[in-house]
């Protein structure tokens, strides 16, 4: 029998995959792959121009299974500058990963579940 934790994370990942997430196009350079995605927020702290520390959020998050962010075979990484197009209804919104705390994306303690932190850059 395997880990009870990553069982039920997989589990989750594939409910939420066919009930709640939406397909969207990632982008790293030249590469691009298809990725099913649930949407989010997360809050974070951050100094404004006069050095007062804020609540920021992001744009959105985009969570969904690592091991299926594969460009050209190969796993990614997300990094800074990456872009998200998410696809609703008739318009599509484009995100860039950004940093968050000095990361952009963040793994669950399985390894499994990957939450990619983005900004909105465009909207058409």
Not at 52 to 77: E, K, N, S, Y
Request: include cysteine; hydrophobic fraction near 35%.
């Amino acid at each position: 029998m395997g880990n009870m934790l990553d069982e039920g994370v997989a589990a989750l990942l594939d409910d939420l995959k066919g009930s709640a997430s939406y397909r969207v196009k990632y982008t790293q350079g030249a590469g691009a792959c298809q990725w099913d995605a649930t949407l989010g927020r997360s809050e974070y702290l951050a100094e404004d121009d006069n050095q007062v520390v804020v609540t920021r959020h992001t744009d959105m998050d985009f969570h969904g299974a690592a091991a299926d962010l594969v460009i050209g075979g190969d796993p990614v990484t997300p990094a800074p500058g990456d872009r998200i197009e998410l696809f609703r209804g008739r318009a599509t919104e484009t995100y860039e990963v950004m940093p968050v705390d000095k990361q952009c994306f963040k793994l669950d303690a399985t390894q499994q579940k990957l939450t990619i932190f983005t900004k909105r850059v465009k909207r058409a």
